[in-house]
């Protein structure tokens, strides 16, 4: 009997990640791919990127509208309110097997809770990891007490999930989705990713991206325009920025990023959305990474590409060491950025093992959800403490 299998993706870094495994699901035997879209794939201020899903050839089954005009705290919340109205909807009307949702969130706590009340299984992925600059870190743990089946990144966090009184043989650690592309995505050639920026971008150049910390007292302007400014420090290289999350204070940072190329027209160039295969040319190829995004800790150690990550978002996550941490403020941007492109660290980079995995995780999640019952009921497993 052919098992239907929901996908939720709400952002266009989420669906990198979740290419493959659609992928797999679409074309293994027993299964039967359905497709959830929401969040800011439909939101034309940040690239309508739903368009790149249908373009990969997959059929959107269900489309969830989601995103307010805000981004204050009031404004996400209602969001998510609309989110957990619109994805009981979508759920009822495709009454999946299961659904599978990555990350933390807000929209997929929406479709984590509206899977929950309506007893659809979920299949949680990337569960147990930490970041604890951003409201995340608990929408994460969250999901995954809504979860019957999870699929971890490392050991580490597969240990943590079970911490949380997950049944040890629901929990597997399979690696990253994100590694997958390594091995299975023709990158773009550069030729082509230059003319659909309509920017002439060449090595030296780095790739930044700076999200809002949702945790915490940082501040989202400020610290784009340190980085902004510490970018200025080595005018021989080139920028690629691409827009913040739709988080909470991110629509005060694009500004920013547009006054910028505006001023360095032949420097630097700003998107919304790269696409994975674009990101993935523009990722190997760059001199570092720049910001917080999650792809400087996941991805890029694969590319032997460094990372200079800024702030406390990323705080929690393991990273290779090809990673840098440093504060939010400009000298603490440029040293790290100075240590980065150093011939040694460079180096260094290359050789780096990625904590993260070696590529197989799709196959490996697909093969186990095509065989295993799919629970929604479950027990919490006490840990046992010796006295």
Known sequence: ??????????TRAEYGLLYWLMKDIAAHPALELELIVSGMHLSPEFGSTWREIVADGFTIDERVEILLSSDTPVGIAKSTGLATMGCAEALDRLRPDAIVILGDRFEALAAAQAALILRIPVVHLHGGEATEGAIDDSIRHAITKMASLHFTATEPYRRRVIQMGEADDTVFDVGALGIDHLHRSAAMPMAEVCESLNFHLRPPYFLATYHPVTAGEEDAVATTDAMLDALDGYPEHQVVLTYPNADTGGRAIIPLLIDYVRRHPDRAVAVPSLGFRRYLTVLR??????????SGIIEAPSFGVPTIDIGGRQRGRIAAASVIHCDVDRDSISEALGRALSPEFAEAARRVDNPYGTGDAAARIVEIIADRPLPTLKRFCDLEFSS
């Open 1 to 10: 009997m052919t098992r239907r299998i929901a996908v939720f993706t709400g």
């Open 285 to 294: 190829n760059a001199a570092a990474v720049v910001g917080n995004s999650s």
